[in-house]
C-alpha cells in the first residue's frame, strides 16, 4: 500500500494528498479526474521501477484550493511549489487526460522539471473537425460508454457510479459532481487554454500513449501532439479513454521504456 | 398587493413530435426549427399581449432573459421593455433581468437600466439574476466555477456606477475600469429597486436578505411545491433579523382563468401541455453545469427545474394532475381566486407575477385570459398586505 500525506502550500489556500511508492528514480503521476480510487494497478507496475508519486488534483480526494486556484496556469505554478516542497528537481512525468494536460503545462512552463514525459490521450487541443466527448457534462450512463472500450468489462463495471438513492450511491454521486465540478475550474468549457502555443517549449523526451478505440478524445489528437512536440513517439495500446486501467501493464511497460531510453 | 403580467414569449410553433426527436429545447435546439417569419409575427402579439395587460390594469410588466432557447424568445429583454416605453405609460417595467455576469463590462447594464429607467419615467425594476445553467455556462460559456464570484463583482460594480458621486476607479478581478463614470445616471434615486430572481440556491437568499433586495422564486411548479423554497427565503430574512414584510417576495405562477372548470380544461390543456412537454424539454446533460450550484445547495435537497428528475416528475401529466399538484392554478374565476389567495398567503408573497400567456397560447386566448384575469379575480386578490409598505417599487410607476 502507498504511504499518504498531505503537503499544504500557500498557508493552507491548497493542500496536496500525495500518495507514495516504490523506489528508484522520481516518477510524478496526474490522474485524469475520472479515477475512483487515487491508486490503481497502473501505479503499482510503475512503482516496480520508480519512486511513484501521485497527488491528487485539488478537489478530490483530500487534495483542496479549487477556490483559491485561478486557473490552469496557477495549478501548474502550484504543481511545481508541490515538487519544491516534495524535495523533487526533475521527475519523469506521467499524466492521464486532464492530468496530461496538466503535465504537459508543467513541462512547457518550467522545461526542466522533466526528465520524461508520458502523456496518455491527453486534454488539452482542440479541432473543430474531430471534438473530444463533453466528458463534464455527460450522463452516467453515457459517460461510461464513451471512456470506455467496453462498458461492460469488470474494470468499468467497478467503476462505475450506481444511480439509485441508497446512500452510497448518492455519495458517489456527489463525489462523481465534486471530481466535475474541480475539473471544470480548470477546462471549462473548452480544455483548450492556450498549450499550443507553449508545447515548443518541452525538452523532454516525450511518449504519446492512446487507446485504439477511444471515444473521448480522438486519436487524431496524437498526431496534433505530435507535431507540437519534437520527437515525440506514439504508443497505441488495446483500449479506450481509460487505457490506463484497462490495459496497466502495457502502458507501464511504456513509461519504463521511455524512462530508460 | 401587486400584480405583474409576465411574458416568456415562447415560439408558439415546435413540432408535435419535438420532446421525442429532439433532445432538448435549450442551449442545442435546432434553428432549422425556427421560422423568421412566424416569429416576426410573435413578436408583435407578444408586445400586445403586454400592452393589453396594462390596459386592462395589471401593476407591472416582467420580461426576462434567456438564450439559445425555444421557450424564450427574449435574449435581450431590454429590447421589449424599451419597445414598451413608449406604448405604455402606468405599469412598472420589470426586467428580471440582466444576467450580470454575461456583460463585459458590466457597466452595459449599468448604462442600459439607466436608458430604461429614464425612457420610462421612473417605472424599472431592475432584476439581477445569475442566470440558468444552460444560458450562462452552456450558451455564453462562463465558467461554472466562477460564475458566483463573476455576479456578484459585477453587482457591486452596477450598485456603485448608479450610486458613487464621481467618476471612480474598479480594480475587480474580473472587470478592470480605470474610468467608470456611466451617463446618463438613472432617474430613480438612489437607485432602481432591484428584485433577484433565484432558483431556490441558499447563498442566493442570504445575499438577497442581507442586501434588502426582493427575492422572486420564478417557479414553473406552482405555488404548493414552491413553499419550501419561499420557506427557505424567509428563514435566510429571519436570520439576518429584517422584518417579515411580503413585499420582499416574488413568485410566478402559471394562472389559466375561464368561465367554468370544465371550460378551462378544454380552453387551456393543448398549450399548458406544450409548455411542460415541449418547452422544459432541457437534455439531462444540460441542465446544471458541474459546480453550477454549490455542494452546500445540492446537499439542502432543492431540485433542479430542468433535467431527468424534473421530466421524470411531470412526464404524462393529464389537466388534472397539473391542477392538483399546483403546477397551474386553474379554473373558474372562483377557483383561480380561492387558490391564488392561499398561494398569496401560504408564500407570503406582495409581488404576485402571473404567467398568463403559456406555451403555444394564441394571442386571443391569450387576452381573454388576461381579462378574465383582471375582471374576475384582480380586484378580490389587491387588498392583501394592505397593512405593509412596499418599498420596493419603483417611483415612476402607478
Keep these: ?261 | 398587493m401587486k400584480i405583474c403580467f409576465f411574458h416568456l414569449m415562447p415560439y408558439r410553433f415546435l413540432p408535435d413530435d419535438f420532446e421525442r426527436t429532439y433532445r432538448s429545447v435549450w442551449v442545442d435546439v435546432p434553428h432549422h426549427l425556427h421560422d423568421a417569419d412566424k416569429t416576426r409575427g410573435l413578436y408583435q402579439e407578444f408586445l400586445d399581449e403586454l400592452e393589453f395587460a396594462e390596459a386592462q390594469g395589471f401593476d407591472g410588466l416582467c420580461v426576462n432573459e434567456h438564450h439559445n432557447n425555444a421557450y424564450g424568445l427574449m435574449p435581450s429583454p431590454n429590447l421589449m421593455a424599451a419597445a414598451l416605453t413608449r406604448r405604455t405609460s402606468k405599469a412598472a417595467l420589470v426586467v428580471l433581468g440582466n444576467s450580470l455576469a454575461a456583460y463585459n463590462p458590466p457597466l452595459r447594464v449599468a448604462e442600459e437600466f439607466a436608458m430604461l429607467d429614464l425612457l420610462s419615467g421612473g417605472r424599472l425594476v431592475a432584476g439581477f439574476p445569475v442566470g440558468t445553467s444552460m444560458d450562462m455556462n452552456f450558451a455564453y460559456g462562463i465558467n461554472p466555477a466562477t460564475l458566483r464570484d463573476r455576479y456578484y463583482e459585477a453587482h457591486d460594480l452596477v450598485i456603485q456606477a448608479w450610486t458613487r458621486p464621481d467618476v471612480f476607479a474598479f480594480n475587480g478581478k474580473y472587470t478592470q475600469v480605470r474610468y467608470a463614470n456611466i451617463w446618463p445616471q438613472p432617474l430613480q434615486k438612489p437607485h432602481p429597486p432591484v428584485w433577484i430572481p433565484g432558483g431556490g440556491s441558499v447563498e442566493t437568499w442570504e445575499w438577497t436578505a442581507k442586501l434588502d433586495y426582493v427575492y422572486c422564486y420564478l417557479s414553473y411548479f406552482g405555488y404548493k411545491r414552491g413553499r419550501a423554497t419561499m420557506d427557505g427565503f424567509w428563514e435566510a430574512i429571519a436570520r439576518v433579523g429584517a422584518d417579515d414584510n411580503p413585499f420582499r417576495a416574488g413568485f410566478l405562477q402559471l394562472v389559466c382563468v375561464s368561465e367554468t372548470d370544465a371550460q378551462a380544461e378544454r380552453d387551456y390543456f393543448p398549450h399548458v401541455h406544450y409548455f411542460y412537454q415541449k418547452c422544459l424539454n432541457v437534455w439531462e446533460g444540460f441542465a446544471e453545469a458541474p459546480g453550477y450550484r454549490t455542494v452546500k445547495t445540492v446537499q439542502s435537497g432543492t431540485r433542479a427545474q430542468v433535467g431527468a428528475a424534473a421530466r421524470k416528475a411531470r412526464q404524462s401529466l393529464d389537466w388534472g394532475q397539473y391542477v392538483d399538484q399546483g403546477y397551474v392554478i386553474a379554473g373558474s374565476p372562483a377557483t383561480v381566486r380561492q387558490q391564488l389567495t392561499e398561494c398569496i398567503r401560504s408564500l407570503r408573497v406582495g409581488h404576485l407575477m402571473v404567467l398568463l400567456q403559456i406555451g403555444s397560447m394564441p394571442k386571443e386566448l391569450a387576452f381573454k385570459n388576461t381579462e378574465l384575469f383582471a375582471r374576475e379575480v384582480m380586484p378580490h386578490i389587491r387588498d392583501e398586505w394592505s397593512g405593509y409598505k412596499d418599498r420596493w417599487w419603483p417611483s415612476g410607476a402607478a
Aim: cysteine-free; glycine content about 8%.
Design chain 1, 1 to 261: 500500500m502507498p504511504d499518504a500525506r498531505t503537503i499544504e502550500l500557500r498557508g493552507g489556500a491548497v493542500a496536496f494528498k500525495v500518495l507514495a511508492a516504490g523506489g528508484g528514480a522520481p516518477l510524478v503521476y496526474f490522474h485524469s479526474y475520472y479515477e475512483r480510487s487515487a491508486w490503481s494497478p497502473f501505479l503499482d507496475h510503475l512503482a516496480r521501477s520508480f519512486s511513484v508519486l501521485a497527488p491528487s488534483h485539488p478537489g478530490v480526494a483530500g487534495s483542496t484550493g479549487v477556490e483559491t486556484l485561478e486557473d490552469l496556469l496557477d495549478l501548474t505554478l502550484a504543481y511545481d511549489e508541490l515538487l519544491t516542497a516534495l524535495g523533487v528537481e526533475r521527475a519523469h512525468l506521467v499524466g492521464h487526460s486532464f492530468g496530461g494536460m496538466a503535465a504537459a503545462e508543467l513541462a512547457a512552463v518550467f522545461p526542466s522539471r522533466a526528465r520524461s514525459l508520458t502523456l496518455v490521450s491527453p486534454l488539452g487541443l482542440w479541432r473543430d473537425d474531430a471534438q473530444p466527448a463533453d466528458i463534464l457534462i455527460l450522463p452516467a450512463d453515457e459517460l461510461a460508454a464513451v471512456l470506455w472500450r467496453d462498458p461492460a468489462s469488470p474494470v468499468a463495471v467497478e467503476w462505475g457510479v450506481g444511480m439509485g438513492g441508497d446512500p452510497d450511491d448518492i455519495a458517489a454521486q456527489v463525489e462523481s459532481l465534486q471530481r466535475r465540478s474541480s475539473m471544470a475550474k480548470f477546462a471549462w468549457p473548452i480544455p483548450d487554454k492556450g498549450l499550443h502555443r507553449r508545447l515548443h517549449r518541452i525538452a523532454a523526451p516525450t511518449l504519446l500513449v492512446w487507446g485504439d478505440a477511444d471515444r473521448a478524445n480522438p486519436v487524431v489528437y496524437a498526431e496534433e501532439w505530435q507535431r507540437r512536440i519534437k520527437g515525440a513517439a506514439l504508443r497505441l495500446l488495446p483500449g479506450g479513454h481509460m487505457v490506463l486501467h484497462e490495459a496497466p501493464e502495457a502502458a507501464a511497460r511504456a513509461v519504463a521504456e521511455l524512462a530508460g531510453s
